[in-house]
């Protein structure tokens, strides 16, 4: 579980270094990323953590990101 707080309030940057957003919180298996206005959820399995930020591994579906992060929104 600490483990798992460490991917909190860290910058998300896809595989070229490009920022995206800001990590904010978990649900279920996810990871909650503020994007400019948006929520998105992406699974932990598709993120690491490297020199204080996190990297999304492979291509993200933004639109199904943002609806998963829907059934976090409801329950904040």
């Known amino acids: 579980m600490r ?3 460490a991917l909190l309030a860290r910058f998300v ?3 070229d270094g ?3 957003g ?3 919180s978990f649900y ?3 990871l ?3 994007k400019g206005k948006d ?3 992406i699974p932990l399995k598709h993120v690491e953590l490297k020199d204080g930020k996190i990297h999304v591994k492979g291509i993200v579906n933004w639109d ?3 609806e998963l992060a829907k059934g976090w929104l409801h329950n904040v």
């Open 3 to 5: 483990k798992k707080f």
């Open 13 to 15: 940057v896809d595989a």
């Open 18 to 20: 490009k920022k995206i």
């Open 22 to 24: 800001e990590s904010i």
């Open 28 to 30: 279920e298996d996810m």
């Open 32 to 34: 909650i990323i503020k």
């Open 39 to 41: 929520y998105c959820a």
């Open 64 to 66: 199904k990101a943002k």
